[in-house]
């Protein structure tokens, strides 16, 4: 299986998941927001794998963006740091979490 579909398959059998690096200041804003909700969510710390590079370039193909973190709710891919956080503050997260079975 290569990355791409080993993403994709993660994402599926995963209400929330985060793709991120652990030292990325949008990455704690995603993870703050997140937590906010008290949701349970699955996080993949790039800098883990020795792989990073590659599996970036994977999101790259499948969302858009080769930036981290990386979203996905219920399959879909809501954005980044910013885009968390601000559905976080507008209620559309908690929205999301709910219609994607995660609360």
Same mark, same amino acid.
């Given at each position: 299986?290569?990355? #791409?579909?080993?993403?994709?398959?993660?994402?599926?059998?995963?209400?929330?998941?985060?793709?991120? #690096?652990?030292?990325?200041?949008?990455?704690? #804003?995603?993870?703050?927001?997140?937590?906010?909700?008290?949701?349970?969510?699955?996080?993949?710390?790039?800098?883990?794998?020795?792989?990073?590079?590659?599996?970036?370039?994977?999101?790259?193909?499948?969302?858009?963006?080769?930036?981290?973190?990386?979203?996905?709710?219920?399959?879909?891919?809501?954005?980044?740091?910013?885009?968390?956080?601000?559905?976080?503050?507008?209620?559309?997260?908690?929205?999301?979490? #709910?219609?994607?079975?995660?609360?």
């Amino acid at each position: 299986m290569g990355i #791409k579909e080993d993403i994709q398959k993660t994402v599926q059998e995963n209400c929330v998941v985060m793709y991120s #690096k652990s030292t990325c200041p949008y990455c704690v #804003k995603a993870r703050k927001a997140l937590e906010s909700t008290g949701v349970k969510y699955l996080e993949i710390d790039l800098n883990s794998l020795s792989n990073t590079a590659a599996y970036q370039d994977a999101l790259q193909d499948i969302t858009g963006k080769r930036s981290v973190p990386r979203v996905f709710i219920g399959g879909k891919c809501i954005g980044g740091g910013d885009e968390t956080a601000a559905a976080a503050a507008s209620g559309e997260l908690l929205s999301l979490l #709910k219609a994607a079975g995660a609360l």
